[in-house]
C-alpha cells in the first residue's frame, strides 16, 4: 500500500472515529474537566488571559467589520456556527426523509419536548423568585436545552441490549428540542436588530441554496457564502449561530442529479468530524472554565438561587416535563409510543434529556451581563449534567435487565422489534 493510500486511510478512522457518539460525549467532558482544572490551578491567570485574547480584524479600510473578538468568543458565535450548520442539515433530514416526517410516528416525542422545555423553565423561575433572586429571571431559558451528542453518547455506552426505537425517540425529542431552542435564541436573546446586516444574511442565504442545489456545488464559493452570512448575522444583533442553522437547512434532503445518498447526510458525514471532535470541544474548554476560588470561594458561587434553580429544572424538571406530558399524551389521545418502548423506558429518556452542556452553557453566556451569575449558571450546568449522565446510565443498566412484555406500547398489538442498541458498532 502506498503511503498516500495509508494516509488516506489514517485519516478516514480519525473521521470515523471523530463522528461516534461516545466520542463526543467524551471529548466534551475532557475539555470541560481540563478548563475547571486550569481555572482553579495557581496558572488560573493564563487561562483568563487565553480565553480574553482578542484576534481579527476591526476594520478593513472604512468598513467596519466588528470581528476583533476574544478566543472565547469566537469559540461560542464561530465554532458553534459549525456545531448549529449540521444541526440545521440533521434537522432538514429528519423533516424531509426522516423520524420527524411522519407527524403521527413523531408526534408523542415532539410534544414530549415541549414538555420537556416547559417545566424545566417553570421549575428554574419558582426557584429563583421563592430565593429572592428575580434579577435571575433572564435565565430561564438555561435548563430547557438538551446536549443531543453528550445524551445519545451515554445511550450508546449504557443502552445495550434495548430497542434502538428509544434511541430514536431520545433523538426526535432532541432535535425538536434544539430547534426550540434555537427559535428561544433568536426571539428572547436578541437585543437590537440590525436589519440592513440581516437583510444581507438573507442574501447570502439565498445564494447558498441556489448553489448547493446546483449540479456541481463547489466549496470555494460556498465556503465564502457561509462566512459572509455568518459575519453579516453577526453584525445583525442576532447570534450569528443561527445563520449555521439557516445555512443547513438549506441543503437539499432528498438525492439529486443521480446522486446514491441525499446531500444532507453527504454534508452530515463531511462536517461531523469537525463539530464534534473540534468545535463543541473547544467551545466546552473556554465556556466551562469558572474559577470557584477566586471572590468569595466556591460557598458564595454554589448557593446562588441560580444554581439551584437550573440544577432542579434539568435533572428534575426535564424528567417531569418529558415523563408527564408523554404519560398525558398517550391516555388521552390516540398517539402511541413506538414498537418496543413503554413509559417505563422513558425514565432513562427524561433522565439523559436533562443534559444540557453545550446549548445550555451557550444560552447562559446571553442570559446575564455579570459574571457572578454567569459563573453560577455554569457550575450547575455541568454539576446537573454530569448528575443527569449518571443517573441515565444507572436507569438505563436497570432497565435493561428487566423482563419486557410483547406489548410495551400498549397498542394492543405485540411489538416488533427487530434491532437492539449495540447489534452494530456505536
Known amino acids: 500500500m502506498s503511503s498516500d493510500a495509508v494516509a488516506r486511510t489514517r485519516i478516514q478512522r480519525l473521521r470515523t472515529w471523530a463522528s461516534r457518539e461516545t466520542t463526543g460525549g467524551a471529548l466534551l467532558i475532557g475539555a470541560a474537566f481540563l478548563a475547571l482544572l486550569w481555572a482553579n490551578s495557581p496558572w488560573r491567570d493564563a487561562y483568563q488571559a487565553l480565553s480574553a485574547t482578542v484576534v481579527g480584524p476591526a476594520a478593513i479600510g472604512p468598513l467596519p467589520l466588528h470581528l476583533d473578538l476574544s478566543l472565547s468568543t469566537w469559540a461560542a458565535d464561530g465554532l458553534l456556527a459549525i456545531f448549529f450548520f449540521v444541526v440545521g442539515v440533521e434537522l432538514k433530514q429528519e423533516f424531509v426523509a426522516g423520524s420527524l416526517r411522519n407527524p403521527k410516528e413523531a408526534g408523542v416525542p415532539m410534544i414530549a419536548a415541549v414538555g420537556g422545555m416547559a417545566v424545566p423553565a417553570l421549575i428554574y423561575a419558582a426557584v429563583v423568585l421563592s430565593l429572592g433572586d428575580p434579577a435571575a429571571l433572564h435565565g430561564w431559558a438555561i435548563p430547557t436545552a438538551t446536549d443531543i451528542a453528550f445524551a445519545v453518547g451515554v445511550l450508546a455506552i449504557f443502552g445495550r441490549g434495548l430497542p434502538t426505537a428509544i434511541r430514536t425517540f431520545l433523538l426526535t425529542l432532541a432535535v425538536v428540542d434544539d430547534l426550540l431552542a434555537i427559535v428561544v435564541i433568536a426571539i428572547f436573546y436578541t437585543s437590537q436588530i440590525h436589519w440592513f446586516s440581516l437583510l444581507g444574511t438573507f442574501v447570502c ?183 443527569a449522565a449518571i443517573l441515565g446510565a444507572i436507569s438505563l443498566r436497570w432497565d435493561a435487565r428487566r423482563a419486557r412484555t410483547a406489548d410495551m406500547n400498549l397498542d394492543g398489538r405485540p411489538d416488533d422489534v427487530r434491532s437492539y442498541i449495540g447489534d452494530t458498532r456505536d
Open 205 to 387: 442565504v439565498a445564494l447558498f441554496l441556489w448553489h448547493v442545489r446546483s449540479r456541481k456545488p463547489r466549496w470555494f464559493v460556498l465556503l465564502p457564502l457561509a462566512a459572509v452570512a455568518w459575519a453579516l448575522m453577526h453584525a445583525s444583533g442576532v447570534h450569528a449561530t443561527i445563520s449555521g442553522v439557516l445555512l443547513g437547512f438549506t441543503v437539499p434532503a432528498l438525492a439529486l442529479h443521480g446522486e446514491a445518498t441525499s446531500r444532507t447526510t453527504q454534508y452530515e458525514h463531511r462536517l461531523k468530524p469537525l463539530s464534534s471532535g473540534i468545535a463543541l470541544p473547544v467551545f466546552a474548554f473556554f465556556a466551562a472554565g469558572v474559577s470557584l476560588v477566586d471572590g468569595d470561594g466556591p460557598g458564595a458561587v454554589i448557593s446562588q438561587p441560580v444554581v439551584a434553580a437550573i440544577a432542579a429544572g434539568l435533572v428534575l424538571g426535564k424528567l417531569l416535563g418529558v415523563l408527564g406530558t408523554t404519560a398525558l399524551i398517550t391516555r388521552i389521545t390516540p398517539l402511541r409510543l413506538p414498537d418496543g418502548i413503554g413509559v417505563r423506558d422513558l425514565l432513562p429518556v427524561g433522565l439523559l434529556a436533562g443534559i444540557g452542556f453545550t446549548v445550555s452553557l451557550l444560552i447562559s453566556e446571553l442570559s446575564f451581563g455579570d459574571s457572578e451569575h454567569t459563573d453560577g449558571a455554569k457550575i450547575a450546568i455541568l454539576g446537573a449534567s454530569v448528575l
